[in-house]
Structure formats: structure tokens, C-alpha cells
């Protein structure tokens, strides 16, 4: 993959212009200042170090005089559009993908069981962040995203998107979800840095991001291991950088802005390398990811067939319409999952092993919230700030059972009063009153309770809109 040629540039800007407009006037943006690098330095606490050794948690204490020379540092970065050579310099972690099997002989993972994470130097993470969120960066930003696009945007809430494609489905359309096979890893950066200039970033500022994606070096690390010599690589995009995800949105922006001027489509949503959209018919669904996949084609990425899913939430109907139009009988499915949440809006069905898992990683965050050296209503409200939303996340058709939810509350509710722990008697009930699930007892996180403080009554808003979602499935099913 690293070793590729990559897509044909060739008549890139005859194709950017079709597509884009003439190309824009180059921006001047405001250089980032030691305020905002430290600013974002805060964000930092916790985060892996790179190769170069600094750690979150060291450059959270760096002084404000260091980031001024910092600041100015990454000004000549910029003025000159390129970076030093240590920047460059990266780990690649390992993470295994969820429910991929071992083998049996030794426990080994195959290495496309793996999730590949680039760990680019902290100063560099934290000057991207901090660009990015410049107010001139964030203004040149807004001028292009389109509404259908939810990675890489601030105050974007992708399970809205998520729930607007719901909504479709209850309305008789038909849906159909696509994935890219390592998408950063497909994903030129030099395709990226053209469209950056043409929509107007400053030369300088795409010069210096492109030096360090051409001039990666990485250091393979697993288990504990690393390799020797460290893997050039200069044609993926780093898994871990912030712009990187900005690149997958203006590489993909070609596509998008082409593919919905036709007439196939009414609802589209991207996140990263997910797409997924709505269509009146069978027909149309079926034509538009023709489309998509004759652009991914001419873009260089790689489609992973066995995440292409067609639905309609009439599976006699799906079978029977999608294969009028030559969708694979594997493809249409009775329940695909989009960002996690799985699109089955019928009722009784039965609940999957990943649903179920997401209640497990919840109750086991509550348990570790319990032996915090906290008092009581600290703990008990940070399990609840933590363990809660990752319950809830994806429960948009079908909410858990009160017996299924018990686990999540009894957890939450034991990292209150605990004698072990020294403190005083305490109501239970009253310190419950900080726990919410729809059938419960408890009404702090519907926002019933008159000084609930924040963020929970968000929270409260957004389930109670997935509820109302749901509900609405429930009709158009029966």
C-alpha cells in the first residue's frame, strides 16, 4: 500500500475545476499565536508521546515562553512551507479490531485485523489542533463543508445525520451504506494538498503539511515491540493527525458535489470513509453507488466490499427490488450498522452481541469509577458522566430492556456510599437522583430535576429525540 503509484493527477485541476469552481484566491491567515498553542496544549493531558518522547501530560506544563518560541517556530513553517525533519519522525501503534479472530496454534492476529494508529509528534498534534481552530482556519473551513459531511466539523452531531437517514427509511426508502478499506492509508496526500490550494489555503500552510506527510517516517510498534528500522512512508495520510481528516473531506468534496447534482438521491451523509444515502427506489440507490465506486476508482481508494449493505426496512421488499437491480443477495441486509448504531427499525427483534457489549463496557467504566480516592457524590457523578453515554451511544431503534440496563445502574449506583472507602452514611436515593434511563426511577438526566447542572440535561434532549425517533419507526413498521 505504501509502495503504490497512486491516482493519476494528470488532469487533476481540468477535473478541479469542473467540479470545485475556479480555483480561489490564496487566503492570508492569521498566524497561530502562543495563546492558542497552549490552549490547546491543555487538551493534551493523557495523550501518547511520539518518537520524540514528549508526552501529553509533559507539554501541559510546558510555560507560556516556550510556546511563544514555539509559535514562532511554526511561523517560518509556514513562511518557508516546510517542517523540521524531526516532525516527521512517528510511531504506528496496533490496536485489534474488535471480534477478529485469533489463531488458534499461537493467539497471532493477522495484521489486517489491526487498526493502524500514527502517533506524530505532540508539538505537531497540538499545532494542528490549534491552526485548525484559528479563526481564520475555521472560517475557510465553513465556506466549503457541505451539510452532509459530519467528520472533522465542531458542533456537527453525526448521529444527526445518523437519525436523518432513519427517518428516511421509515419514510419507504431505500438505504444503501458504503466503507473504504483503510481509507487514510488510500487517501493521497498530495490530492489532498492540491485541493487545499485550490480552495485557497495559504501555500505555505499546505507546503508544510504536505512536507511532513511525504517525509513519514514510522516505527512499527506491537506488543510491546518495535522495528529497527523505521518505514518511509509518503503516500498515506496519518491516522492520528488532525488534518488528516480534513483531507479525507475535500478528497471526498469531488465526489459529493458531482454525485448530487443527479437525480438518484434525496439524503447523503459522509463520516470519513463512510457514506451512506437514502433513495426513492431501488434503482437509484443502485446507480448512485455505481457512481460512488467509479470515483473511488479514479481517486485511488479501495471500497470494502464486505461493509457494501443495501436495506430497506421491508426485507421482502429489499430482497426482491434490490435484486431486480443486480445488488449480490449477501448485500442486502435485514440490520446494517452505520457509526455503530444498527438501522432495524422493527420491533422484537433480537438484540446483538455488540449492543449487548456496549452495557458491559459501561457498567465495567462505573466499577473502576468506584475506588476513585474521591468523596461519594464525585464518584458517583463522574460514573455516571462516563459510563452512561457510552451505554446509550447507537440505541436508536430499540432501547435496552429495564433487566438489561439494571447492570449499568446497579454499577453506578455501588460507586456511591462505600464504607471501604470511609464514607459517612449518605441516602442512595438521594445520590441517584444523578442517574437517567427511559423506565427508570431516576430524572436527573431528562432535565426534571430543577438544577440539573451540565452537560446531562443535553444528553437527556438528545435520547429523548431518539426515542421520538423510534417510536416513529415502531408506526411505519406496524
Not at 118 to 135: D, E, P
Not at 269 to 297: E, I, P, Q
Not at 425 to 441: E, F, N, R, V, Y
Request: proline share 6%.
Amino acid at each position: 500500500m505504501w509502495h503504490r503509484s497512486g491516482p493519476d493527477l494528470g488532469n487533476l485541476h481540468q477535473l478541479l475545476d469542473k467540479v470545485l469552481g475556479p480555483k480561489r484566491k490564496q487566503q492570508k491567515w492569521a498566524h497561530v499565536s502562543a495563546s492558542e498553542l497552549a490552549k490547546e496544549a491543555k487538551k493534551q493531558a493523557g495523550a501518547a508521546a511520539s518518537v520524540d518522547g514528549w508526552s501529553g501530560d509533559e507539554v501541559v506544563s510546558f510555560s507560556i515562553e516556550m510556546w511563544e518560541a514555539i509559535a514562532a517556530m511554526f511561523r517560518d513553517c509556514e513562511r518557508l512551507g516546510l517542517a523540521p525533519e524531526d516532525l516527521a519522525n512517528a510511531r504506528q501503534a496496533h490496536i485489534p479490531k474488535e471480534g477478529k479472530d485469533v489463531r488458534e496454534t499461537d493467539g497471532a492476529l493477522h495484521a489486517a485485523a489491526m487498526r493502524p494508529i500514527t502517533v506524530l509528534s505532540a508539538l505537531w498534534r497540538v499545532w494542528g489542533r490549534a491552526r485548525l481552530r484559528n479563526c481564520d482556519t475555521a472560517e475557510w473551513l465553513e465556506s466549503w463543508l457541505q451539510p452532509e459531511i459530519c467528520g472533522g466539523r465542531r458542533d456537527v452531531d453525526a448521529l444527526s445525520s445518523v437519525i436523518q437517514l432513519l427517518e428516511a427509511a421509515c419514510d419507504n426508502k431505500f438505504i444503501a451504506t458504503f466503507d473504504y478499506s483503510l481509507a487514510f492509508g488510500f487517501t493521497s496526500p498530495k490530492l489532498a494538498a492540491e485541493i487545499f490550494e485550490w480552495l485557497g489555503v495559504p501555500i505555505g500552510t499546505a507546503s508544510l503539511i504536505l512536507s511532513v506527510w511525504e517525509s513519514q517516517r514510522r516505527v512499527l510498534q506491537y506488543a510491546g515491540e518495535a522495528n529497527t528500522n523505521p518505514e518511509e512512508v509518503k503516500t498515506s495520510l496519518p491516522q492520528g493527525d488532525p488534518w488528516s481528516l480534513i483531507a479525507m473531506a475535500v478528497v471526498l468534496l469531488l465526489p459529493l458535489l458531482d454525485l448530487r447534482r443527479g437525480p438518484e438521491t434525496t439524503d447523503i451523509m459522509l463520516y470519513v470513509g463512510d457514506r451512506a444515502w437514502a433513495s426513492t427506489n431501488a434503482s437509484d440507490c443502485m446507480n448512485f453507488g455505481r457512481k460512488w465506486k467509479d470515483w473511488s476508482s479514479r481517486l485511488g481508494l479501495k471500497e470494502n466490499e464486505a461493509k457494501e449493505k443495501y436495506y430497506h426496512q421491508n426485507y421482502a421488499l429489499a430482497l426482491e427490488e434490490f435484486a431486480k437491480v443486480g445488488a449480490p443477495p449477501k448485500t442486502i441486509s435485514g440490520a446494517p450498522a452505520l457509526l455503530g448504531v444498527e438501522l432495524a427499525p422493527e420491533t422484537g427483534r433480537p438484540f446483538t452481541d455488540k449492543e449487548k457489549k456496549k452495557l458491559d463496557q459501561a457498567a465495567l467504566v462505573a466499577r473502576k469509577a468506584r475506588s476513585l480516592p474521591l468523596p461519594a457524590s464525585r464518584r458517583l457523578r463522574i460514573a455516571a458522566a462516563k459510563a452512561v453515554p457510552k451505554a446509550a451511544y447507537g440505541w436508536l431503534c430499540e432501547a435496552p430492556t429495564e433487566q438489561m440496563f439494571a447492570k449499568v445502574e446497579d454499577a453506578i449506583a455501588r460507586a456511591g456510599p462505600n464504607p471501604a472507602m470511609g464514607d459517612r452514611d449518605c441516602s442512595a436515593d438521594t445520590l441517584l437522583l444523578h442517574i437517567s434511563w427511559p423506565g427508570s426511577k431516576f430524572s436527573w438526566l431528562r432535565g426534571e430535576e430543577p438544577n440539573a447542572p451540565k452537560p446531562f440535561p443535553v444528553f437527556g434532549a438528545t435520547l429523548a429525540g431518539f426515542i421520538r425517533c423510534a417510536l416513529s419507526c415502531r408506526k411505519s413498521v406496524a
